[in-house]
């Protein structure tokens, strides 16, 4: 009887897996309206200036970190509903390519891979609205420290 509880037991993953699913769709909205509103405001007022250049590629670094943060949540529901409530067969996985995640371990594999690329995209639009002052230096020091972490703990998985 215990063994059936905890069998049945994993559906309550389906809460997390809702959640992280409807917290992607969310922010492919806001992304997508994001993008209206940038497109709309380059319509009316093009950059002229370098500086207005510049404030063009920071909104549209962090539009392109805000749909990784979704592409991460929408990996998370993924992985959640295929590891507890519905795996996915040895022939069908080949074609998933990126979401044919089998293990906790590929899982944490995948989400340090992508948090590596969101930190990477947060320096790069600290240094584009900042530029090269010693403040840069100092948070491209720390953001190194952090990726050279993430890059060992990655490749010293078992």
Same mark, same amino acid.
């Given at each position: *009887?215990?063994?059936?509880?905890?069998?049945?037991?994993? #559906?309550?993953?389906?809460? /997390?897996?809702?959640? @992280?699913? =409807?917290?992607?769709?969310l922010l492919y909205g806001v992304s997508l309206n994001t *993008?209206?509103?940038? !497109?709309?405001?380059?319509?009316? &007022? #093009?950059?002229? @200036?370098?500086?207005?250049?510049?404030?063009? /590629?920071?909104?549209? !670094?962090?539009? +392109?970190?805000? !749909?990784? =943060?979704?592409?991460? #949540? &929408?990996? =998370?529901? $993924?992985? !959640?509903?295929?590891?507890?409530?519905?795996?996915?067969? /040895?022939?069908q996985s080949a074609s998933l390519g990126p979401l044919d $995640?089998?293990? #906790?371990?590929? +899982?944490?594999?995948?989400?340090?891979?992508?948090?590596?690329?969101?930190? =990477? $995209? +947060?320096?790069?639009?600290?240094?584009?609205?900042?530029?090269? &002052?010693?403040?840069? +230096?100092?948070?491209?020091?720390?953001?190194?420290?952090?990726?050279?972490?993430?890059?060992?703990?990655?490749?010293? *998985?078992?």
């Amino acid at each position: *009887m215990i063994e059936r509880i905890f069998r049945s037991s994993r #559906f309550l993953v389906l809460v /997390a897996v809702a959640t @992280t699913a =409807i917290s992607a769709v969310l922010l492919y909205g806001v992304s997508l309206n994001t *993008m209206v509103h940038l !497109l709309l405001e380059l319509i009316h &007022q #093009f950059p002229h @200036t370098a500086n207005d250049s510049k404030s063009l /590629a920071v909104k549209l !670094l962090k539009l +392109l970190d805000l !749909l990784l =943060i979704a592409i991460t #949540f &929408q990996l =998370i529901a $993924i992985s !959640l509903y295929r590891l507890f409530i519905k795996p996915v067969p /040895a022939e069908q996985s080949a074609s998933l390519g990126p979401l044919d $995640i089998r293990s #906790f371990h590929d +899982l944490k594999k995948t989400l340090i891979q992508v948090s590596v690329v969101i930190i =990477i $995209i +947060l320096f790069l639009e600290h240094a584009v609205e900042v530029g090269a &002052q010693l403040e840069t +230096l100092y948070f491209g020091a720390a953001v190194s420290l952090v990726v050279f972490s993430a890059v060992y703990a990655w490749r010293n *998985m078992k």
